[in-house]
């Protein structure tokens, strides 16, 4: 029998080889690659850019972002943001750990339930694309948000359905809400990594926009897809997909 510390190392290693190996050792190939592009300009509408904050840019870990406000001409808000990260400096946003959103749910907004489907999906063209949605609510004062989003990691859409439920009526303790939202959090996303074998190196686009909630959701998540067609264009493509 060999000796223990031996037999550790050898596990250590077959099980760190293993992890690798399911990555990056013929992953199944998507036939096609997702990329989002967006406008400033969306008929209607008056674009605000809004640089972020030295806080919030130091978090997400990358210049490439858009972040403004879309104003109607009847006063209606939409708060967009699209966050990317190259292959190169997405180790800093991993698919398991921080992501794009957690400045403003870190500044206090919570989500909280609602009659609304927490997925809807959205045409482009001829492609039909699913975004989660969720109701937030601000800290201290303030209207409620209906905030749709979208994640692609690797080009390939990135389900999300566990991300930002709404804690039970019991967890009534603001701390204990976030801590339960940040540990389903991280075992979604750690669970959606290892069933759709994709792994924390490529690139990622996230895309986030919202409208305050006031009265009934229906109206509010019709407008919001039909900026999502204006605003963004859905470009598709083949590339070889970096893992």
Same mark, same amino acid.
């Given at each position: *029998?060999? =000796? *223990?510390? /031996? /037999? ?8 760190? !080889? ?8 013929? @992953? @199944?190939?998507p =036939? ?21 904050? #030295?806080?919030?840019?130091? +978090?997400?870990?990358?210049?490439? /972002?858009?972040?403004? +406000? ?5 006063? #209606?808000?939409?708060?967009?943001? $699209?966050?990317?990260? &190259?292959?190169?400096n997405?180790?800093? *946003?991993?698919?398991? !750990?921080?992501?794009?959103d ?15 489907? &927490? ?9 039909? $694309? =699913? ?10 004062p303030?209207?409620?948000? %209906?905030?749709?989003?979208?994640? /692609? ?21 603001? *701390? ?5 939202t ?30 305050? %909630? ?5 109206? $509010? ?23």
């Open positions: *029998m060999p =000796p *223990m510390p /031996l /037999l550790l190392n050898a596990l250590f290693l077959l099980g760190v !080889s293993g992890a690798w190996a399911w990555y990056h050792i013929a @992953p @199944p190939a =036939p096609i690659r997702y990329h989002f592009a967006a406008a400033t300009t969306v008929s209607g509408y008056h674009f605000k850019n809004e640089p972020l904050s #030295e806080q919030a840019a130091r +978090t997400l870990a990358t210049t490439n /972002l858009f972040n403004g +406000t879309f104003y109607g001409p009847k006063g #209606e808000r939409v708060t967009a943001f $699209i966050g990317e990260w &190259s292959a190169e997405s180790q800093e *946003m991993s698919v398991v !750990s921080h992501t794009p957690i400045c403003w749910v870190g500044a206090g907004w919570m989500p909280v339930a609602n009659e609304h489907p &927490s997925q809807v999906e959205f045409d482009f063209g001829p492609n039909r $694309i =699913p975004f989660e949605v969720r109701t937030f609510r601000p800290p201290g303030g209207q409620r948000e %209906l905030t749709v989003w979208c994640t /692609l990691v690797n080009g390939q859409l990135y389900g999300e359905l566990s991300r930002f439920v709404p804690p039970s009526a019991k967890e009534d303790n603001a *701390m204990l809400r976030r801590d339960f940040a540990r389903r959090l991280g075992a979604a996303h750690f669970v959606n990594a290892l069933r759709s074998r994709t792994a924390g190196s490529g690139d990622k686009q996230f895309v986030r926009f919202s409208a305050p %909630l006031a009265g009934d959701w229906r109206p $509010i998540l019709q407008n919001l897809q039909t900026f999502a067609r204006q605003w963004l264009t859905l470009k598709e493509g083949k590339e070889q997909v970096e893992r």
